[in-house]
Protein backbone atom coordinates (compact mmCIF):
# COMPACT_ATOMS: atom_id res chain seq x y z
CA UNK A 1 0.00 0.00 0.00
CA UNK A 2 1.37 3.72 -0.20
CA UNK A 3 -0.07 6.58 1.33
CA UNK A 4 -1.79 8.35 -1.43
CA UNK A 5 -1.28 12.31 0.00
CA UNK A 6 1.92 14.66 0.00
CA UNK A 7 4.77 13.01 2.60
CA UNK A 8 7.20 15.89 4.38
CA UNK A 9 9.72 14.04 5.96
CA UNK A 10 10.87 15.23 8.92
CA UNK A 11 14.18 13.07 8.47
CA UNK A 12 14.86 13.24 4.31
CA UNK A 13 18.53 12.27 4.82
CA UNK A 14 17.62 9.02 6.87
CA UNK A 15 17.60 6.22 5.17
CA UNK A 16 18.30 2.59 6.51
CA UNK A 17 21.47 2.40 8.23
CA UNK A 18 25.00 0.41 7.91
CA UNK A 19 24.08 -1.29 10.64
CA UNK A 20 21.02 -3.10 8.87
CA UNK A 21 23.15 -3.53 6.00
CA UNK A 22 26.05 -5.08 7.44
CA UNK A 23 23.51 -7.21 9.45
CA UNK A 24 21.66 -8.42 6.93
CA UNK A 25 24.89 -8.95 4.57
CA UNK A 26 26.40 -10.93 7.30
CA UNK A 27 23.16 -13.17 7.08
CA UNK A 28 22.75 -13.59 3.61
CA UNK A 29 27.10 -14.48 3.50
CA UNK A 30 26.80 -16.67 6.59
CA UNK A 31 29.52 -14.47 8.02
CA UNK A 32 30.53 -14.36 11.84
CA UNK A 33 29.09 -11.34 13.27
CA UNK A 34 30.93 -8.65 14.89
CA UNK A 35 29.13 -5.87 13.57
CA UNK A 36 26.17 -5.45 15.94
CA UNK A 37 26.55 -3.95 19.29
CA UNK A 38 25.21 -6.48 21.21
CA UNK A 39 26.43 -9.82 22.79
CA UNK A 40 25.50 -12.95 21.74
CA UNK A 41 25.19 -14.81 25.23
CA UNK A 42 22.47 -14.63 27.76
CA UNK A 43 21.80 -12.74 30.71
CA UNK A 44 22.40 -13.87 34.10
CA UNK A 45 19.42 -16.76 34.79
CA UNK A 46 18.91 -15.26 38.08
CA UNK A 47 17.73 -12.39 36.59
CA UNK A 48 15.59 -14.18 34.18
CA UNK A 49 13.93 -16.14 36.93
CA UNK A 50 13.41 -13.01 38.76
CA UNK A 51 11.27 -11.66 35.78
CA UNK A 52 9.40 -15.06 35.90
CA UNK A 53 8.40 -15.04 39.65
CA UNK A 54 7.75 -11.18 39.19
CA UNK A 55 4.81 -12.10 36.22
CA UNK A 56 3.86 -15.00 38.31
CA UNK A 57 3.08 -12.91 41.26
CA UNK A 58 1.13 -9.90 39.67
CA UNK A 59 3.08 -7.56 38.65
CA UNK A 60 1.62 -7.27 35.15
CA UNK A 61 -0.47 -4.29 35.19
CA UNK A 62 1.52 -0.79 34.29
CA UNK A 63 4.12 0.49 36.41
CA UNK A 64 4.53 3.97 38.35
CA UNK A 65 5.21 6.37 35.33
CA UNK A 66 8.28 7.42 36.70
CA UNK A 67 9.72 3.60 37.32
CA UNK A 68 9.23 1.30 39.80
CA UNK A 69 10.54 2.75 43.26
CA UNK A 70 12.35 -0.04 44.98
CA UNK A 71 14.35 -0.32 41.14
CA UNK A 72 14.86 3.57 41.65
CA UNK A 73 16.51 3.43 45.01
CA UNK A 74 18.92 0.87 44.20
CA UNK A 75 20.12 3.07 41.42
CA UNK A 76 20.10 6.35 43.76
CA UNK A 77 22.27 4.03 46.33
CA UNK A 78 24.70 2.88 43.46
CA UNK A 79 25.02 6.47 42.19
CA UNK A 80 26.02 7.88 45.69
CA UNK A 81 28.69 5.14 46.13
CA UNK A 82 30.41 5.20 42.74
CA UNK A 83 30.10 8.78 42.42
CA UNK A 84 29.42 10.51 45.82
CA UNK A 85 26.19 12.09 44.00
CA UNK A 86 22.68 12.15 46.29
CA UNK A 87 19.98 11.96 43.76
CA UNK A 88 16.28 11.86 45.01
CA UNK A 89 14.76 8.34 44.06
CA UNK A 90 11.04 10.41 43.99
CA UNK A 91 12.20 13.08 41.66
CA UNK A 92 15.87 12.84 39.67
CA UNK A 93 15.64 9.44 38.49
CA UNK A 94 13.14 7.87 35.30
CA UNK A 95 13.15 4.61 33.86
CA UNK A 96 13.15 4.50 30.51
CA UNK A 97 12.66 2.16 27.47
CA UNK A 98 16.04 1.65 26.83
CA UNK A 99 18.63 4.94 26.58
CA UNK A 100 17.53 5.86 23.26
CA UNK A 101 14.18 6.49 24.50
CA UNK A 102 15.82 8.32 27.49
CA UNK A 103 17.96 10.23 24.65
CA UNK A 104 15.03 11.33 22.49
CA UNK A 105 12.62 12.22 25.71
CA UNK A 106 16.06 14.39 27.41
CA UNK A 107 16.00 16.09 23.94
CA UNK A 108 12.11 16.79 22.95
CA UNK A 109 12.10 17.89 26.89
CA UNK A 110 14.41 20.78 25.97
CA UNK A 111 15.49 21.30 22.14
CA UNK A 112 13.36 23.92 20.72
CA UNK A 113 13.51 25.57 16.68
CA UNK A 114 17.15 27.58 16.65
CA UNK A 115 18.97 25.79 19.32
CA UNK A 116 22.52 24.03 18.34
CA UNK A 117 23.67 21.10 20.33
CA UNK A 118 27.55 19.89 19.95
CA UNK A 119 28.28 16.65 19.49
CA UNK A 120 32.08 14.64 19.15
CA UNK A 121 32.51 12.50 15.90
CA UNK A 122 32.19 9.73 15.20
CA UNK A 123 28.93 9.70 17.04
CA UNK A 124 26.42 6.75 17.32
CA UNK A 125 24.16 7.43 15.06
CA UNK A 126 20.96 8.38 16.79
CA UNK A 127 21.95 11.56 17.88
CA UNK A 128 21.82 13.91 14.99
CA UNK A 129 18.73 12.51 14.11
CA UNK A 130 17.14 13.13 17.06
CA UNK A 131 18.31 16.73 17.38
CA UNK A 132 17.27 17.66 14.10
CA UNK A 133 13.43 15.97 14.76
CA UNK A 134 13.01 18.56 17.66
CA UNK A 135 14.02 21.79 15.23
CA UNK A 136 17.96 21.81 16.76
CA UNK A 137 21.07 21.84 14.91
CA UNK A 138 23.60 18.98 14.95
CA UNK A 139 27.33 21.26 15.31
CA UNK A 140 30.16 18.63 15.02
CA UNK A 141 33.26 18.46 16.58
CA UNK A 142 36.00 15.45 15.59
CA UNK A 143 37.65 13.82 18.29
CA UNK A 144 41.60 13.96 17.37
CA UNK A 145 42.50 10.54 15.61
CA UNK A 146 44.50 7.96 16.58
CA UNK A 147 43.08 8.27 20.42
CA UNK A 148 40.06 10.12 19.87
CA UNK A 149 40.86 12.47 22.39
CA UNK A 150 38.94 16.34 23.11
CA UNK A 151 40.25 19.41 21.31
CA UNK A 152 39.01 21.18 24.76
CA UNK A 153 39.88 24.11 22.91
CA UNK A 154 37.97 23.86 19.84
CA UNK A 155 35.13 23.03 21.84
CA UNK A 156 34.99 26.90 23.25
CA UNK A 157 35.78 28.35 20.47
CA UNK A 158 32.48 26.60 19.23
CA UNK A 159 30.31 27.28 21.95
CA UNK A 160 28.28 30.51 21.29
CA UNK A 161 24.90 32.42 22.42
CA UNK A 162 22.85 29.34 20.79
CA UNK A 163 24.73 26.05 22.15
CA UNK A 164 21.81 24.64 24.14
CA UNK A 165 23.43 21.46 24.76
CA UNK A 166 26.70 19.56 24.39
CA UNK A 167 26.42 15.65 24.17
CA UNK A 168 29.04 13.50 25.74
CA UNK A 169 29.41 9.64 25.02
CA UNK A 170 31.52 8.35 28.25
CA UNK A 171 32.94 5.55 27.44
CA UNK A 172 32.71 6.02 23.76
CA UNK A 173 30.97 4.02 21.04
CA UNK A 174 32.66 3.50 18.37
CA UNK A 175 36.33 4.06 19.62
CA UNK A 176 36.31 2.87 23.51
CA UNK A 177 38.17 6.04 24.28
CA UNK A 178 37.18 6.69 27.95
CA UNK A 179 36.92 10.14 29.28
CA UNK A 180 39.24 11.62 32.37
CA UNK A 181 38.61 13.84 35.11
CA UNK A 182 40.75 16.15 33.27
CA UNK A 183 38.65 16.29 30.53
CA UNK A 184 35.50 16.76 33.14
CA UNK A 185 37.88 19.47 34.50
CA UNK A 186 37.42 21.00 31.05
CA UNK A 187 34.11 20.60 30.68
CA UNK A 188 33.27 22.93 33.70
CA UNK A 189 34.99 25.20 32.84
CA UNK A 190 33.55 25.37 28.93
CA UNK A 191 30.40 25.91 30.57
CA UNK A 192 30.56 27.52 33.50
CA UNK A 193 28.73 30.42 33.95
CA UNK A 194 26.45 29.83 30.90
CA UNK A 195 22.87 27.80 30.47
CA UNK A 196 24.16 24.74 28.50
CA UNK A 197 23.14 21.71 28.85
CA UNK A 198 24.74 18.49 28.73
CA UNK A 199 23.12 15.00 27.49
CA UNK A 200 25.67 12.92 29.24
CA UNK A 201 25.42 9.22 27.52
CA UNK A 202 27.09 6.93 30.13
CA UNK A 203 25.20 3.76 28.48
CA UNK A 204 29.10 1.62 29.07
CA UNK A 205 29.72 2.96 32.27
CA UNK A 206 29.98 -0.63 33.76
CA UNK A 207 32.32 -1.73 31.03
CA UNK A 208 35.85 -0.09 32.08
CA UNK A 209 39.17 -2.03 32.14
CA UNK A 210 42.78 -1.46 32.41
CA UNK A 211 42.03 -0.08 36.29
CA UNK A 212 40.14 2.73 35.03
CA UNK A 213 37.62 4.47 36.48
CA UNK A 214 34.71 5.67 35.00
CA UNK A 215 33.90 9.72 35.75
CA UNK A 216 30.23 10.02 35.42
CA UNK A 217 29.37 13.71 34.96
CA UNK A 218 27.32 13.52 37.94
CA UNK A 219 30.17 13.28 39.88
CA UNK A 220 30.99 16.87 39.85
CA UNK A 221 28.42 18.58 41.31
CA UNK A 222 28.96 22.16 38.70
CA UNK A 223 28.40 19.49 35.82
CA UNK A 224 25.95 17.16 37.38
CA UNK A 225 23.10 20.43 38.30
CA UNK A 226 22.81 20.76 34.47
CA UNK A 227 23.44 17.46 33.20
CA UNK A 228 20.71 14.93 32.06
CA UNK A 229 22.39 11.63 32.13
CA UNK A 230 21.31 8.33 30.23
CA UNK A 231 22.09 4.59 31.05
CA UNK A 232 21.48 1.31 29.86
CA UNK A 233 20.74 -1.81 31.79
CA UNK A 234 20.36 -2.99 28.25
CA UNK A 235 24.04 -2.96 27.88
CA UNK A 236 25.32 -3.33 31.69
CA UNK A 237 23.50 -6.41 31.77
CA UNK A 238 23.87 -8.46 28.14
CA UNK A 239 20.05 -8.42 27.69
CA UNK A 240 19.33 -5.41 25.31
CA UNK A 241 16.47 -6.93 23.94
CA UNK A 242 14.54 -6.00 27.02
CA UNK A 243 14.70 -1.84 26.11
CA UNK A 244 15.12 -0.90 29.74
CA UNK A 245 17.55 1.83 30.98
CA UNK A 246 16.74 5.23 32.98
CA UNK A 247 17.75 8.63 32.84
CA UNK A 248 19.00 10.89 36.21
CA UNK A 249 18.88 14.46 35.96
CA UNK A 250 18.08 17.85 38.46
CA UNK A 251 14.65 17.76 40.02
CA UNK A 252 13.44 20.89 37.83
CA UNK A 253 14.96 18.92 34.60
CA UNK A 254 13.43 15.53 35.51
CA UNK A 255 9.85 17.42 35.70
CA UNK A 256 10.42 18.58 32.13
CA UNK A 257 11.45 15.69 31.53
CA UNK A 258 8.46 13.56 32.50
CA UNK A 259 5.96 15.50 30.74
CA UNK A 260 7.42 13.89 27.63
CA UNK A 261 7.98 10.59 28.94
CA UNK A 262 4.26 10.40 30.20
CA UNK A 263 2.66 11.07 27.42
CA UNK A 264 5.33 8.96 24.54
CA UNK A 265 5.61 5.78 26.75
CA UNK A 266 3.96 6.49 30.43
CA UNK A 267 5.75 3.88 31.95
CA UNK A 268 8.17 1.02 31.48
CA UNK A 269 7.92 -3.25 31.49
CA UNK A 270 6.55 -3.89 34.67
CA UNK A 271 7.98 -7.52 35.52
CA UNK A 272 11.79 -6.70 34.45
CA UNK A 273 11.80 -3.31 36.62
CA UNK A 274 10.65 -5.85 39.72
CA UNK A 275 13.57 -8.35 38.58
CA UNK A 276 16.07 -5.61 38.49
CA UNK A 277 14.97 -4.31 41.92
CA UNK A 278 15.21 -7.39 43.28
CA UNK A 279 18.57 -8.66 41.40
CA UNK A 280 20.59 -5.36 42.52
CA UNK A 281 20.05 -6.01 46.30
CA UNK A 282 23.15 -7.54 45.70
CA UNK A 283 25.00 -4.67 45.07
CA UNK A 284 28.03 -7.06 43.19
CA UNK A 285 25.96 -7.51 40.24
CA UNK A 286 27.00 -4.24 38.86
CA UNK A 287 30.58 -5.31 38.48
CA UNK A 288 30.45 -6.31 35.15
CA UNK A 289 33.42 -4.76 33.77
CA UNK A 290 36.30 -7.85 34.53
CA UNK A 291 34.02 -9.82 32.31
CA UNK A 292 34.19 -8.02 29.69
CA UNK A 293 37.81 -7.47 30.30
CA UNK A 294 38.20 -10.68 29.68
CA UNK A 295 36.23 -10.79 26.87
CA UNK A 296 38.37 -8.22 25.50
CA UNK A 297 42.06 -9.88 26.38
CA UNK A 298 40.73 -12.99 24.61
CA UNK A 299 39.92 -11.11 21.66
CA UNK A 300 43.25 -9.37 21.05
CA UNK A 301 45.16 -12.49 21.81
CA UNK A 302 43.71 -14.47 19.11
CA UNK A 303 44.28 -11.45 16.95
CA UNK A 304 48.01 -11.27 18.26
CA UNK A 305 50.05 -11.07 15.02
CA UNK A 306 47.48 -10.13 12.14
CA UNK A 307 48.23 -7.60 9.69
CA UNK A 308 46.05 -4.74 11.47
CA UNK A 309 46.61 -2.13 14.08
CA UNK A 310 45.07 -2.70 17.57
CA UNK A 311 43.48 0.88 18.45
CA UNK A 312 43.72 0.66 22.21
CA UNK A 313 40.06 0.48 23.80
CA UNK A 314 39.50 1.31 27.22
CA UNK A 315 35.98 0.98 27.51
CA UNK A 316 32.76 0.05 25.82
CA UNK A 317 32.71 -3.49 23.82
CA UNK A 318 34.25 -2.23 20.80
CA UNK A 319 37.41 -2.37 19.57
CA UNK A 320 38.61 -1.08 16.50
CA UNK A 321 41.21 -2.19 14.23
CA UNK A 322 43.29 -0.26 11.44
CA UNK A 323 43.86 -1.73 8.17
CA UNK A 324 46.48 0.20 6.73
CA UNK A 325 48.94 -2.14 6.15
CA UNK A 326 46.56 -4.49 4.78
CA UNK A 327 44.56 -2.53 1.73
CA UNK A 328 43.86 1.27 0.64
CA UNK A 329 40.46 0.54 -0.11
CA UNK A 330 37.85 2.68 1.71
CA UNK A 331 36.76 1.40 4.51
CA UNK A 332 32.74 1.07 3.69
CA UNK A 333 34.37 -0.58 0.31
CA UNK A 334 36.71 -3.13 2.72
CA UNK A 335 34.00 -4.06 5.31
CA UNK A 336 31.76 -5.03 2.43
CA UNK A 337 34.10 -7.02 0.99
CA UNK A 338 35.20 -8.60 4.41
CA UNK A 339 31.95 -9.79 4.65
CA UNK A 340 31.18 -10.59 1.38
CA UNK A 341 34.43 -12.67 0.67
CA UNK A 342 35.70 -13.79 4.16
CA UNK A 343 31.99 -14.05 5.94
CA UNK A 344 33.14 -11.47 8.82
CA UNK A 345 31.12 -8.61 9.48
CA UNK A 346 32.51 -5.37 11.32
CA UNK A 347 31.27 -1.08 11.14
CA UNK A 348 32.88 1.07 9.09
CA UNK A 349 33.83 3.87 11.11
CA UNK A 350 33.41 6.55 8.72
CA UNK A 351 29.71 6.01 9.32
CA UNK A 352 29.78 7.87 12.38
CA UNK A 353 30.94 10.96 10.85
CA UNK A 354 28.86 13.67 9.09
CA UNK A 355 31.68 14.44 6.60
CA UNK A 356 33.88 12.22 4.69
CA UNK A 357 36.59 10.60 7.21
CA UNK A 358 38.03 7.66 6.70
CA UNK A 359 41.20 6.39 8.78
CA UNK A 360 40.57 3.09 7.57
CA UNK A 361 39.19 1.89 10.78
CA UNK A 362 36.72 -0.99 11.42
CA UNK A 363 34.85 -1.14 14.39
CA UNK A 364 34.18 -5.09 16.25
CA UNK A 365 32.24 -6.45 18.62
CA UNK A 366 34.03 -8.24 21.33
CA UNK A 367 30.52 -9.15 24.01
CA UNK A 368 30.38 -12.40 21.98
CA UNK A 369 31.17 -15.85 23.65
CA UNK A 370 34.28 -17.44 22.74
CA UNK A 371 33.65 -19.36 20.08
CA UNK A 372 32.57 -16.23 17.68
CA UNK A 373 35.18 -14.34 18.86
CA UNK A 374 37.19 -17.39 17.53
CA UNK A 375 35.97 -17.53 14.31
CA UNK A 376 36.43 -14.00 13.83
CA UNK A 377 39.89 -13.97 15.14
CA UNK A 378 40.69 -16.82 12.30
CA UNK A 379 39.09 -14.82 9.87
CA UNK A 380 41.54 -11.65 11.01
CA UNK A 381 44.83 -13.28 10.83
CA UNK A 382 44.23 -15.13 7.90
CA UNK A 383 44.16 -11.73 5.63
C1 LIG B 1 26.36 5.10 22.83
C2 LIG B 1 25.04 4.44 22.91
N1 LIG B 1 24.00 5.10 23.46
C3 LIG B 1 22.78 4.55 23.55
C4 LIG B 1 22.54 3.28 23.08
C5 LIG B 1 21.14 2.71 23.20
O1 LIG B 1 20.96 2.00 24.36
P1 LIG B 1 19.61 1.16 24.60
O2 LIG B 1 19.74 -0.13 23.90
O3 LIG B 1 19.50 1.03 26.08
O4 LIG B 1 18.50 2.00 24.02
C6 LIG B 1 23.58 2.56 22.49
C7 LIG B 1 23.33 1.21 21.92
O5 LIG B 1 24.06 0.72 21.09
C8 LIG B 1 24.86 3.14 22.41
O6 LIG B 1 25.89 2.49 21.88
Redo the contacts with the bound molecule.
Keep these: MQYPGRLHSKLPQVGTTIFTEMSALAAEHGAVNLSQ??PDFDPDPALIEATQRAMRDGHNQYAPMAGWLPLRERIAEQVAKRHGCEVNPESEITITA????A?CTAMAATLTEGDEVIIFTPA?D?YAPLIELFGATPVYIKLQYPDYHIDWDQLARMVSHKTKMILL?NPH?PTGAVFSEEDLIQLEKVVSGSNILILS?E??EHIIFDGRKHHSLLSRPALAERTLA?F????TFHM?GW???YAIAPENLMKEFRKVHQFNVFSVHRPSQVALAEFLQDDSHWDVGSMYAAKRDEFLSLIEGSRFTILPTHG?YFVLLNYDGITEEKDVDFARRLTIEHKLASIPVSVFYNVPTDHKVLRFCFAKNSETLQKGAEIIKSL
Design positions: GFGATQLYANNDVYVSFGKTKIGS
